[in-house]
């Protein structure tokens, strides 16, 4: 087979490759910028949704959290579990595109400054945007301070396993305890009392 015959092959693979991911990522995010979604516990899953739309896990009965590792919005590289190690980490996937994104980012900041110096990190994962541009626009615009890991096509969203306190819609937010477990997730904007009743909790296990 000559050279010829064989790249529309290959580019037909990377084409179908692309569109693969595209299309899981769509799946993900059916719920995109919407109030949010109404998975709860039951069944075989270890977590419960409260009346206020946030879903828990016991200590004990919590996943790992995936490795979530790549390149930020601003070109570093980052790796949540080796540099935040033992840290809390509050996960926000968000895109710039999104509305709700857009009137939380404040609240998520704010709740940032003051539980940094307890031990709590927060990280975004930004989703959707075409362009790292439009994502740092957006960091600029809302004074959002911490990193956010560049994710067009949902890629590390895909790392969550089903049936977990996984991100299902845009924006989420998850909870990660000291020892790397999904401890929270909500599925809708949140305010500042909404974000601290999440953290708060595991802020105070030992």
């Known amino acids: 087979m000559s050279a ?36 709860g516990g039951g069944g ?26 790549g390149t930020t919005v601003d070109g570093k590289q980052l790796d949540v579990d080796a540099d935040f190690k033992g840290k809390i980490v509050v996960v926000n996937v968000w895109g710039s595109w999104c509305a709700p994104c857009r009137a939380e980012a404040p609240n998520l900041e704010t709740v940032y400054k003051a539980l940094g110096p307890k031990g709590v990190q ?8 075409a362009k790292t541009s439009n994502a740092a626009a957006f960091e600029k615009q809302y004074g959002v301070t ?11 969203m895909l790392r969550f396993k089903k049936g977990t306190l996984n991100p299902q819609a845009i924006p989420s937010t998850l909870v990660i ?6 401890a929270a997730r909500s599925l809708a904007a949140l305010s500042e009392d909404k974000l601290r009743k999440m953290i708060d909790p595991v802020l105070a296990e030992k």
């Open 4 to 39: 010829t015959s064989r790249t529309p092959l290959r580019s037909n693979r990377s084409r179908a490759t692309l569109l693969a991911a595209v299309a899981a990522a769509s799946a993900l995010t059916l719920s995109a910028c919407s109030s949010g979604g109404t998975s």
């Open 44 to 69: 075989d899953t270890n977590f419960v949704m409260g009346k206020d739309g946030i879903s828990t896990a016991k200590k004990g009965e919590r996943a790992d959290a995936p490795d979530l590792s």
């Open 122 to 129: 927060f990280v975004g994962i930004n989703t959707r945007d």
């Open 146 to 156: 911490f990193p956010s890991l560049y994710d067009p096509t949902g890629k590390l």
């Open 177 to 182: 305890d000291r020892e790397g477990k999904i």
